[in-house]
């Protein structure tokens, strides 16, 4: 059974940083795509970006390009968020999710298997 764990949320003052960790277990193949998503109260959940576990290839929303970044570590089967510049409006539970498939990007959380619990980052103005 795969599970995802998520730490590293928190409340941070605009224009500050802060990394998210997904760690994964119960993973039997390499052949699978991480993804981050976040919803905010009231709000849809949204994709903010995704990972290819083989190969490393990344992808963004736009309204995080340039101050998130996403990276893991095979070893431990763990990927990461890194979140700089943050703004109010990056205020939500962030989940990270998993959904089998090395081929395309998939932005509609309703692709995705596996999810983590959620965890929370409030950015204060």
């Known amino acids: 059974q795969v599970q995802l764990v998520e730490s590293g949320g928190g409340l941070v003052q605009a224009g500050g940083s802060l990394r998210l960790s997904c760690a994964a277990s119960?993973?039997?193949?390499?052949?699978?795509?991480m993804a981050w998503f976040r919803q905010a109260p009231d709000k849809e959940r949204e994709f903010v970006g995704a990972?290819?576990?083989?190969?490393?290839?990344?992808y963004y929303t736009d309204s995080v390009k340039g101050r998130f970044t996403l990276s893991r570590d095979n070893a431990k089967n763990t990927v990461y968020l890194q979140m700089n510049s943050l703004k109010p409006e990056d205020t939500a539970v962030y989940y990270c999710?998993?959904?089998?498939?090395?081929?395309?990007?998939?932005?509609?959380?309703?692709?995705?298997?596996?999810w983590g619990q959620g965890t929370q980052v409030t950015v204060s103005s």
């Open positions: 999710a998993l959904r089998w498939g090395p081929v395309g990007w998939n932005v509609d959380p309703t692709a995705y298997t596996y």
């Open positions: 990972i290819k576990w083989s190969g490393g290839l990344t």
């Open positions: 119960g993973l039997t193949t390499s052949g699978y795509t």
